[in-house]
């Protein structure tokens, strides 16, 4: 009798044979004598032509969603029903995002791309974010408060991930491509390929290496010149003429700008998951949450006169540049904010890159106006405020300085807002950490017990202790060794320092090459009798259970590279010495143990 084939032996069947051609392509592929860099650029250029080709594809998710809850459900509606209407429509379309993505793992929008970058060697399930993504396009369509950039950079990234998972590629490749996508992504969604670029280096790979920077520029370029048939060359949204800047208007009012928005920015992410938290102890069943989001998104959708949404893309309105009186523009600029927070925070899907442009904008242009009203001969323009207030946000509460400046600038094209931008940016920077620990990236990964910097997993460092990293038989002298004794240990060394201790192991001081070549120089005849003991300084120190970040610490406040470790504070009989090149050794080591 016949064995009989069942569907998952015929599944596997066909599966094996479609796979061992490939297979052999990327054996071939593998084994070719290929330059690395001109490799990796042209992979990079098919990423920026797919990315941008689902940022299109994206885009008319958008519209599908929007046509169907807005624009069909409305025309069917008595006008009578209207103020009721919009809200119901938009906790429909929560609850269908929601529904949509409760099943799949939590994440897949840029903060869990980075953390494939940090974590998982730039690994992303396809699957998740496409299901994501589609989610939300049904938040935007049905008027919740997000952003379309986050999921763009998503599939953007998904599309560099699957290309080097499909080729094998090494680690390392394969994060670059992550960030291409993601840069490609960004660029399209926004029309401004070095926004992209500088995006997918500070914020996804955490990195401006050489090796990464040329296959992001191209892949960014490439996303953007792919959307343009479709969407035009124009910038991703109306901007405003405004006047000459004067210079002392740039030194004296535009760092009260920075520090507005740098506050903004802390109160604007410390709401953001706030809310999120709130939505999380809600009583009763988990679709309740999504529905009462979506119910007070769309009241305050409602209240606004529809400033606050378009029609699901990237929109602000000009009377957001400040065209209207500051009060109201403060107070679009708090109901966007927590209509953004609302959104995400009860179950919706989609980006906060955009809501941040939006409320910068708003704010922006509520100093501006305030600040013409109080001196109206300075020529203060709230307009140039309002587009310099997009970069301060987006730089304090995206914790992406670099990007906000490339981005605006892009987008107006116009230098004399340069040193505006560079000053509200950075000031909006360092306010924003000083109020608020997190961003809107990095808080989200907090909050899931994940640390990353740089493209790095930061909590790694905090595990890691300096016993397990140190050198411990380092060379040291004695306080009675001569000068000649100092100069042929510094010989018999990698470090720059060495360390001086007694007879019994206790550290007296470090000698470091500085001191060792200024005496020298220096002392001239008395060199013979100068000892160890003479050129010793005091150090910082670190003891055996202190992490690595803390040893970083030290290094850094004394700009240091090498720290001794002592027994304990009481006793500082010295243990070994801890050096830059071994902490990223032993980070090293245990980064590649979790991969």
Request: charged fraction near 15%.
């Amino acid at each position: 009798m016949r064995d009989r084939v069942g569907p998952l032996q015929l599944r596997g069947a066909l599966l094996s044979r479609l796979e061992t051609p490939w297979a052999r392509v990327v054996t071939w592929f593998a084994r070719s004598d290929w330059d690395e860099g001109a490799l990796l650029m042209a992979f990079a250029l098919v990423i920026g032509v797919g990315a941008g080709l689902g940022v299109v594809g994206f885009y008319h998710l958008i519209d599908a969603a929007y046509d169907f809850f807005i624009v069909w459900v409305g025309a069917r509606l008595h006008v009578t029903t209207h103020v009721a209407y919009r809200p119901v429509l938009t906790a429909l379309g929560l609850w269908a995002a929601w529904a949509l993505v409760r099943r799949i793992p939590e994440g897949q929008n840029v903060a869990d791309v980075q953390l494939a970058v940090a974590k998982r060697g730039g690994i992303l399930r396809i699957r998740p974010i496409a299901l994501r993504t589609l989610a939300s396009a049904i938040t935007l369509g049905s008027g919740g408060s997000a952003g379309s950039e986050g999921p763009t950079a998503v599939v953007g990234a998904g599309v560099g991930s699957l290309i080097g998972q499909l080729l094998r590629l090494q680690q390392r490749r394969l994060k670059i491509l992550v960030g291409c996508g993601a840069g490609a992504g960004i660029a399209a969604a926004f029309n401004a390929p070095f926004a992209g670029a500088f995006f997918a280096l500070e914020e996804v790979l955490g990195s401006f290496s050489i090796g990464a920077f040329g296959p992001v520029v191209v892949a960014s370029v490439a996303g953007a010149l792919t959307i343009r048939p479709f969407l035009g060359s124009h910038p991703a949204f109306h901007i405003p003429l405004y006047g000459q800047i004067r210079p002392a208007a740039i030194l004296l009012f535009y760092p009260l700008l920075g520090i507005v928005c740098g506050l903004w920015s802390a109160l604007y992410t410390r709401t953001y998951f706030g809310t999120a938290s709130l939505f999380q102890r809600f009583p009763g069943p988990q679709w309740v949450r999504p529905v009462t989001g979506g119910l007070l998104v769309g009241l305050i959708v409602y209240a606004s006169g529809g400033l606050l949404v378009g029609n699901g893309h990237l929109a602000i309105p000009t009377p957001i540049f400040g065209g209207i009186a500051w009060y109201l523009l403060l107070g679009i600029a708090l109901a966007k904010s927590v209509a953004t927070a609302v959104t995400l925070g009860s179950g919706g899907s989609g980006g906060v890159f955009t809501p941040t442009l939006f409320i910068g904008a708003a704010l922006g242009g509520a100093m501006g106006r305030l600040a013409h009203l109080a001196l109206p001969n300075f020529g203060l323009h709230p307009e140039a405020w309002a587009l310099v207030g997009m970069a301060g946000l987006v730089a304090g509460a995206n914790r992406a300085p670099i990007t906000a400046i490339f981005m605006v600038f892009e987008m107006t094209n116009d230098y004399q807002l340069v040193p505006s931008l560079m000053i509200v940016s950075v000031i909006a920077f360092a306010v924003a950490r000083r109020f608020a620990p997190y961003g809107l990236y990095d808080g989200w990964l907090e909050r899931r017990g994940e640390h990353l910097a740089h493209g790095a997993d930061r909590a790694l460092m905090h595990r890691i202790r300096t016993a397990e990293a140190l050198e411990a038989n380092p060379v040291v002298v004695h306080p009675a060794d001569t000068l000649a004794d100092v100069i042929a240990a510094a010989g018999q060394t990698r470090h720059p320092t060495i360390p001086v201790i007694d007879l019994d192991g206790t550290l007296l001081g470090v000698i470091t090459y500085d001191d060792l070549r200024q005496a020298m120089l220096d002392r001239g005849e008395l060199a013979a009798v100068v000892v160890a003991a003479d050129l010793a300084q005091p150090t910082e120190v670190v003891l055996p259970s202190d992490s690595l970040a803390d040893a970083l610490r030290k290094m850094n406040a004394r700009a240091i590279d090498v720290i001794p470790v002592v027994q304990s504070e009481s006793h500082p009989r010295l243990v070994g010495i801890l050096s830059r090149a071994d902490v990223l050794g032993a980070y090293e080591r245990e980064l590649m143990q979790e991969v």
